[in-house]
């Protein structure tokens, strides 16, 4: 199997923008390991809802999360990502990545 990986508009690529190299290393393991397996582990991949999953990485004890979609069962189409701070992931970014979908399918 193998997924094609594409982010969009420039939300991703400004997230990585603020990451070190380690950090960004990390994620692309990950979307390595997204873009190759059937499944992953909730300890990488959690659903939280309405079609929006979570990308969940970390590195030295900073927790960094990212959302996509399905688009079919090949494309996984990158949103927003962030640091996380908190137990429970904001609701606000939640929203975001929601919006965001809403927006890539209209523009589709």
Do not use: C, W
């Not at 582990?41 to 959302?67: H, M, P, Q, W």
């Not at 990502?81 to 809403?102: D, M, R, V, Y």
């Amino acid at each position: 199997m193998e997924r094609k990986i594409i982010a969009y508009k420039h939300y991703y690529r400004e997230f990585m923008d603020t990451l070190t190299d380690s950090e960004r290393k990390k994620i692309h393991y990950i979307l390595d390991m997204l873009a190759t397996q059937e499944r992953l582990t909730s300890k990488f991949v959690k659903y939280i809802k309405d079609g929006i999953y979570e990308l969940r990485a970390e590195y030295e004890s900073n927790i960094y999360r990212l959302f996509f979609i399905f688009d079919g069962n090949k494309i996984v189409v990158l949103f927003n990502g962030f640091q996380k701070k908190t137990q429970k992931t904001p609701e606000n970014e939640i929203n975001k990545a929601i919006k965001l979908k809403q927006e890539y399918y209209e523009n589709k």
